[in-house]
C-alpha cells in the first residue's frame, strides 16, 4: 500500500489517497466519523478542535460500504480557512529553519503545512486499515502513562487546567499495545524493511514525537542475556524485525508544544524588528491526540504487513490465508516454551 497527503492547516480541504488497499471490505462512513472524532475530542486540545466538525467525502475507492480495489480518494473541508499570512517564526517550530531551507520569509507557510491539522487526513485513511485488523481479530489499545513529571493519571485532567491557565504546553509518554497478531509479519532480510524500522518510521512522522521505544526499552540493559532468554515478551513482540506472536508493546515520548499562549519573544524576518506573540487556539499537550492517532499510524504498517504476507487482492481470500495460517504456526510452537 502507499498513501499521500495534501491540503494546508486553514486551507479549502484536506486531501488524502491510499492505495493498494484490498478489495471487498466492508466499512460505513459512520465508523470513520466515529475515528475523526476520536481524534478532535482527545485530552487537552485546544479551540480549534472545537471549531472543526471533519466533514468529509470519500470520492473513489468505496462502492456504498464496500471496498472496489481501487485507490482510496478523501477529502476533509476545513472549517475554519481563516489563512493569516505573516513573516515571524514561533521558537521551536521549525518554521524558521523551513524559511531558511526555501530562503523565503514566509513563515506561514511552514506552519500551515507542518501543523498537526494534517494527521485528521492520516485517521481517515487509516480507519480503513485500523477496521481491517479489527475484522483479523488484532487488536490496537493505547494509554498515556506520564503527563509531564506526574504519572498518577487521575492527576493529569488537573494538570491540563494547570498549564491551560498558565498559557503553557506540556509533554507526556504514552504507550500501544498490539494484541493477537500473526507470527512471522516483518522481515530481517532488508533492515529498513524490520517491523521496528517500519513502525518507528511512521512513528515518528508524528511532529510532537522525540523517542521510540519497544518492550523493555532502556530497561532492558538491566538485564542479562540469560534473563532475556527465559522471558522473551521484553522484546516487545518483535525479534529480527518479525512478530513472533506476543504483544507488541510500544513507547513514545512527545515534547511540549511550542505554540502557546504565554507570551514568546521573536523577531519579523521580514522587517528584522522584534515581537511578542501569543497563540489563543494550541492545544496544551499533544501527547493525548498523538497516543490516539498512534493507533492508526501502526495499523498501516501492520495491515501492510498482513497483505505483504498473504498477498492477496480480495478480503476475504486473506481472512482466509490468515486463518489457516494461524492455525498452521499454532501446531508449529505447540512444544515450544519462551515464545
Same mark, same amino acid.
Given at each position: 500500500?502507499?498513501?499521500?497527503?495534501?491540503?494546508?492547516?486553514?486551507?479549502?480541504?484536506?486531501?488524502?489517497?491510499?492505495?493498494?488497499?484490498?478489495?471487498?471490505?466492508?466499512?460505513?462512513?459512520?465508523?470513520? &466519523?466515529?475515528?475523526? =472524532?476520536?481524534?478532535? @475530542?482527545?485530552?487537552? #486540545?485546544? *479551540?480549534?478542535?472545537?471549531? !472543526?466538525? $471533519? %466533514?468529509?467525502?470519500?470520492?473513489?475507492?468505496?462502492?456504498?460500504?464496500?471496498?472496489?480495489?481501487?485507490?482510496?480518494?478523501?477529502?476533509?473541508?476545513?472549517?475554519?480557512?481563516?489563512?493569516?499570512?505573516?513573516?515571524?517564526?514561533?521558537?521551536?517550530?521549525?518554521?524558521?529553519?523551513?524559511?531558511?531551507?526555501?530562503?523565503?520569509?514566509?513563515?506561514?507557510?511552514?506552519?500551515?503545512?507542518?501543523?498537526?491539522?494534517?494527521?485528521?487526513?492520516?485517521?481517515?485513511?487509516?480507519?480503513?486499515?485500523? &477496521?481491517?485488523?479489527? =475484522?483479523?481479530?488484532? @487488536?490496537?489499545?493505547? #494509554?498515556? *502513562?506520564?503527563?509531564?513529571? !506526574?504519572? $498518577? %493519571?487521575?492527576?493529569?485532567?488537573?494538570?491540563?487546567?494547570?498549564?491551560?491557565?498558565?498559557?503553557?504546553?506540556?509533554?507526556?509518554?504514552?504507550?500501544?499495545?498490539?494484541?493477537?497478531?500473526?507470527?512471522?509479519?516483518?522481515?530481517?532480510?532488508?533492515?529498513?524493511?524490520?517491523?521496528?524500522?517500519?513502525?518507528?518510521?511512521?512513528?515518528?512522522?508524528?511532529?510532537?514525537?522525540?523517542?521510540?521505544?519497544?518492550?523493555?526499552?532502556?530497561?532492558?540493559?538491566?538485564?542479562?542475556?540469560?534473563?532475556?532468554?527465559?522471558?522473551?515478551?521484553?522484546?516487545?513482540?518483535?525479534?529480527?524485525?518479525?512478530?513472533?506472536?506476543?504483544?507488541?508493546?510500544?513507547?513514545?515520548?512527545?515534547?511540549?508544544?511550542?505554540?502557546?499562549?504565554?507570551?514568546?519573544?521573536?523577531?519579523?524576518?521580514?522587517?528584522?524588528?522584534?515581537?511578542?506573540?501569543?497563540?489563543?487556539?494550541?492545544?496544551?499537550?499533544?501527547?493525548?491526540?498523538?497516543?490516539?492517532?498512534?493507533?492508526?499510524?501502526?495499523?498501516?504498517?501492520?495491515?501492510?504487513?498482513?497483505?505483504?504476507?498473504?498477498?492477496?487482492?480480495?478480503?476475504?481470500?486473506?481472512?482466509?490465508?490468515?486463518?489457516?495460517?494461524?492455525?498452521?504456526?499454532?501446531?508449529?510452537?505447540?512444544?515450544?516454551?519462551?515464545?
Amino acid at each position: 500500500m502507499r498513501y499521500m497527503t495534501a491540503g494546508n492547516s486553514h486551507g479549502k480541504c484536506l486531501l488524502g489517497i491510499l492505495s493498494g488497499f484490498p478489495y471487498g471490505f466492508k466499512i460505513s462512513k459512520n465508523y470513520i &466519523k466515529n475515528q475523526l =472524532e476520536g481524534r478532535r @475530542k482527545a485530552l487537552g #486540545r485546544g *479551540i480549534r478542535q472545537k471549531n !472543526e466538525n $471533519d %466533514n468529509f467525502e470519500i470520492i473513489s475507492g468505496l462502492e456504498g460500504e464496500i471496498t472496489d480495489g481501487n485507490p482510496i480518494g478523501a477529502i476533509i473541508y476545513n472549517k475554519n480557512r481563516k489563512l493569516n499570512s505573516f513573516t515571524y517564526f514561533t521558537p521551536g517550530y521549525g518554521d524558521l529553519i523551513g524559511a531558511i531551507k526555501h530562503s523565503h520569509t514566509r513563515t506561514y507557510l511552514i506552519k500551515e503545512r507542518a501543523s498537526a491539522r494534517e494527521t485528521a487526513m492520516r485517521v481517515l485513511l487509516f480507519s480503513f486499515t485500523k &477496521k481491517f485488523l479489527e =475484522e483479523l481479530g488484532i @487488536k490496537i489499545e493505547h #494509554r498515556v *502513562i506520564k503527563c509531564h513529571k !506526574e504519572t $498518577d %493519571n487521575s492527576k493529569f485532567q488537573y494538570l491540563i487546567k494547570k498549564f491551560q491557565k498558565e498559557g503553557d504546553s506540556f509533554g507526556g509518554v504514552f504507550e500501544v499495545r498490539l494484541k493477537n497478531l500473526p507470527i512471522g509479519l516483518g522481515g530481517y532480510e532488508n533492515p529498513k524493511e524490520r517491523l521496528q524500522s517500519r513502525i518507528s518510521e511512521e512513528l515518528f512522522s508524528l511532529g510532537g514525537i522525540k523517542s521510540v521505544e519497544f518492550g523493555k526499552g532502556f530497561e532492558i540493559t538491566e538485564f542479562s542475556g540469560k534473563e532475556l532468554n527465559k522471558n522473551q515478551k521484553m522484546l516487545g513482540g518483535i525479534q529480527c524485525g518479525m512478530t513472533d506472536g506476543n504483544d507488541i508493546a510500544i513507547r513514545c515520548a512527545t515534547r511540549p508544544i511550542s505554540s502557546i499562549r504565554y507570551p514568546q519573544e521573536t523577531i519579523d524576518l521580514k522587517t528584522g524588528k522584534e515581537k511578542e506573540i501569543s497563540i489563543n487556539s494550541s492545544d496544551v499537550t499533544s501527547v493525548f491526540a498523538s497516543a490516539y492517532i498512534s493507533e492508526f499510524l501502526i495499523s498501516y504498517v501492520i495491515a501492510e504487513e498482513v497483505i505483504k504476507k498473504f498477498g492477496c487482492d480480495n478480503f476475504k481470500e486473506i481472512e482466509e490465508n490468515v486463518k489457516q495460517w494461524r492455525i498452521k504456526t499454532k501446531k508449529t510452537l505447540k512444544n515450544i516454551e519462551g515464545l
